[in-house]
């Protein structure tokens, strides 16, 4: 009788210590497959999140890109709608003295811009053999001064300039300042001339030039946009001073004007940037 309950007691520890086992084994097992899910779904929602991060980022440097595309388009457009009012400007001015060129006893005369520089007036036609009849250093002169020859060159030196040549336009327009001294155009060509160099970030020689403009041609329309460049290169040289004392200038002695409002736009990029 005593072995009996000995033996039962005996079963219903292994039983019992069996139970708890399994228990604790299933426990574990359990807790491991919710570890397990709980770890998938983290990845996969940091995955989602990196995802639409990476979604955010590819959309963001389209949108710059487009930006940037549109930004250049629309500073090209401006740099091609200057140009062609300038070209048709100078026709405009020199329309007036078509008729003068090539006419015996006439001198063809190159009329003055606002603000420009007056070509003096060729020769009067002479017959051949006679007393006053030109050399050839002459004809070169003459023709050198004639105003249809320096539209023709100056007009394409604007093309190779609107069309991104840089290279070609310097060479061009160097030769028009060299083949007429005296133009009607020659503030325009140095003023053009240091543009090349300013959109290809050639400060020093943009600088240069810019102030040739400024310095030998007192009275040109160019003068505003010549100052407003020179500011923007020593904004670009990082001379503060100067750039603000120039910029400055150009506010007060052209007060409405685009290139004022260019110029106190800068101004007030300086200030927000601390210089």
């Given amino acids: 009788m005593w ?71 629309l500073q090209k457009r401006q740099r091609d709608l200057y140009l062609d009012i300038d070209r048709r400007l100078h026709r405009l001015e020199a329309g007036g003295v078509q008729g003068q060129v090539g006419v015996p006893g006439t001198a063809a005369v190159v009329p003055k811009r606002l603000g420009g520089a007056t070509t003096p007036p060729v020769a009067p036609f002479a017959p051949p053999g006679s007393s006053t009849s030109t050399t050839a250093g002459s004809a070169a002169a003459s023709a050198a001064l004639n105003p249809a020859e320096q539209r023709k060159d100056y007009d394409g030196a604007l093309e190779q300039l609107k069309e991104g040549r840089y290279t070609e336009a310097s060479s061009a327009f160097q030769a028009f300042l060299k083949k007429y001294p005296g133009s009607s155009y020659a503030d325009n060509a140095q003023y053009w001339l240091g543009e090349v160099y300013y959109v290809t970030r050639k400060f020093q020689p943009a600088l240069s030039e810019f102030g040739k403009v400024v310095d030998g041609y007192p009275d040109s329309t160019k003068i505003a946009d010549a100052k407003l460049k020179i500011g923007y290169i020593q904004y670009e040289l990082k001379d503060w001073g100067k750039a603000r004392e120039m910029l400055a200038q150009v506010v007060q002695a052209y007060p409405g004007t685009t290139t004022a409002r260019l110029a106190q736009e800068r101004l007030d990029r300086m200030k927000r940037e601390g210089h």
């Fill in 3 to 73: 072995l009996t309950k000995t033996a039962l007691a005996v079963c219903l520890l292994v039983y019992g210590s069996t139970a708890s086992a399994v228990s604790k084994g299933e426990l574990e097992t359990r807790i491991q497959q919710l570890e397990r899910r709980l770890d998938s779904r983290s990845l996969v929602s940091l995955m989602e999140q990196v995802s639409a991060l990476q979604r955010e980022v590819q959309q963001l440097r389209g949108d710059i890109e487009v930006q940037t595309h549109s930004m250049e388009n």
